[in-house]
């Protein structure tokens, strides 16, 4: 079965320094990987996906992903933080059922702070 | 474009009663889901529909039931509710159904049950 595992479930990061949320995947087929960002009281934003065609993906907000294999890992980064970076960010992976859902299994979240 | 839309965007209901939740996707888009998060269980896939068929359920009980209009309009239904399906309901629509895309997700329904 497809799981992901988010390691930290609080980062906390002074503004201008280096955001490092990570995620490590189990999947017995290549794996679909996306992040998610959600804002208190919002729903879920798309920050960037993985669907093989490169290994590391660009996203808005000056994220980036880099999906490795060989770590089974796809781990978050943004060169320098910003206050409005404060939120909870989700990893999620789906591509088990053979092309025919949209399920997506979600870690646990990493809520992130960002200090002044 | 409008984004996906529920409605309502709170709710307030009592141990026994049910709820109705609605769910408008993107324009275009043929493919809802509907996620539950709850503080303990975090974000947990309850079903997904495609052209009017439910494609897949996640692991709730029968209480908790969808449908999907002929214009992809989707509802969600809890019966019976219970102080544990206290929880934000989240819908997201994609394009088409398929594990590569992606799903744009609705503000939600946050749901307490007394």
């Known amino acids: 079965a497809q799981s992901v595992t988010q390691l930290g479930s609080h980062v906390s990061v002074s503004e201008g320094a280096l955001v490092l949320l990570r995620c490590n995947y189990s999947?017995?087929?290549?794996?679909?990987l996306f992040w998610y960002v959600q804002y208190p009281n919002q729903g879920l934003q798309l920050l960037l996906k993985?669907?093989?065609?490169?290994?590391l993906v660009k996203g808005i907000n000056g994220f980036e992903a880099e999906f490795k294999k060989s770590e089974t890992s796809f781990h978050l980064t943004k060169p320098s933080a910003h206050m409005s970076d404060a939120a909870e960010y989700f990893c999620?992976?789906?591509?088990?059922?053979?092309?025919?859902?949209?399920?997506?299994?979600f870690g646990t979240g990493t809520l992130l702070a960002v200090q002044p | 474009k409008a984004g996906v839309t529920q409605t309502p965007r709170y709710l307030i209901k009592t141990r026994g009663q049910q709820v109705t939740l609605s769910c408008s996707p993107i324009?275009?888009?043929?493919?809802v889901s509907w996620y539950q998060q709850t503080p303990g269980q975090g974000l947990q896939f309850l079903f997904e529909?495609?052209?009017?068929?439910?494609?897949n359920k996640g692991n709730f009980p029968g209480r908790f039931s969808g449908r999907q209009f002929s214009n992809s309009r989707s509802e969600m239904n809890v019966s019976t509710l219970e102080l544990g399906d206290s929880a934000l309901y989240l819908c997201?629509?994609?394009?088409?159904?398929?594990?590569?895309?992606?799903?744009?997700f609705g503000p939600g329904t946050r749901l307490l049950v007394l």
């Open positions: 997201a629509s994609s394009r088409l159904a398929g594990d590569k895309e992606t799903q744009y």
């Open positions: 999947s017995s087929v290549p794996p679909y």
């Open positions: 993985y669907t093989s065609a490169a290994t």
């Open positions: 999620a992976v789906s591509g088990n059922y053979g092309g025919a859902t949209n399920k997506l299994i």
């Open positions: 324009s275009g888009h043929r493919s």
């Open positions: 529909y495609f052209s009017e068929t439910q494609r």
